[in-house]
């Protein structure tokens, strides 16, 4: 299972966050931007994402949860290592414009889902994605629990995979520890994003491999 770890809901400052997290075993940085919009709260502007990742080895997967992503797109592609960029179906009238601009950067294309929509909403996209991730939270902020009732999606989407053939990866985000990711991995999910259960401790490391 690769994890991704989410900054926003931290015990340390922003900086020492990243620097931790850049010096763990995390597969990716997941970096929630929010337009205060599309969701309640706003934080990072794409200037200040590029400044605050400047010194990273780590691959960014960016978590859009601000309303028409077609406007950052061009700028996001120009922040080094970002290799996942996830725009919310909910976010566009027609999704599809905003996956064929990603697909013309050097980014991968992500799909994420809020708790409220269906997978069958997203059926004729599928094919066209390389993550797709399911929240199991109400996008906009970290610490919230994890909802059981969105394990279904997930086993959806892995057999929808299986009988097309298609290739993305299913991604599960909100309220990830160590007994919801055994649920999410049993359900098909091939990575997990967590936030407070990593960054409200201080061995990074260990609560990493606890959830893998
Ligand atoms: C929620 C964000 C998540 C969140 C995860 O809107 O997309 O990435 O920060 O944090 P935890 O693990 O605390 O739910
Ligand atoms: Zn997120």
Redesign the pocket.
């Known amino acids: 299972m690769k994890v991704a770890v989410?900054f926003i809901n931290s015990n340390y400052d922003l900086e020492t966050t990243i620097k931790k997290i850049d010096e763990s075993n995390a597969d990716y940085i997941?970096v929630?931007m929010m337009d205060g919009i599309f969701v309640e709260n706003s934080n990072f502007s794409v200037q200040d994402i590029k400044t605050m990742f400047k010194n990273c080895t780590k691959k960014l997967d960016v978590?859009l949860?601000c309303c028409s992503p077609n406007k950052y797109v061009r700028e996001i592609a120009k922040i080094k290592n970002v290799e996942y960029l996830i725009i919310h179906a909910e976010s566009h009238r027609r999704p599809i414009d905003v996956i064929n601009m990603i697909r013309h950067t050097n980014m991968k294309v992500g799909l994420?889902i809020s708790p409220e929509t269906k997978v069958s909403h997203i059926v004729p996209l599928l094919n066209h994605l390389d993550q797709v991730?399911v929240?199991s939270v109400k996008?906009g902020k970290g610490g919230q629990e994890f909802m059981k009732d969105i394990l279904y999606k997930i086993e959806t989407l892995r057999d929808l995979r299986e009988e097309n053939n298609y290739h993305y990866i299913i991604s599960v985000?909100?309220g990830i520890n160590a007994e919801t990711s055994k649920l999410v991995k049993e359900a098909g999910a091939d990575m997990v994003?967590s936030?407070s259960y990593i960054c409200k401790s201080d061995n990074y490391n260990e609560k990493i491999d606890s959830i893998r």
């Open positions: 989410s997941h929630d978590h949860m994420a991730l929240m996008p985000d909100g994003v936030g």
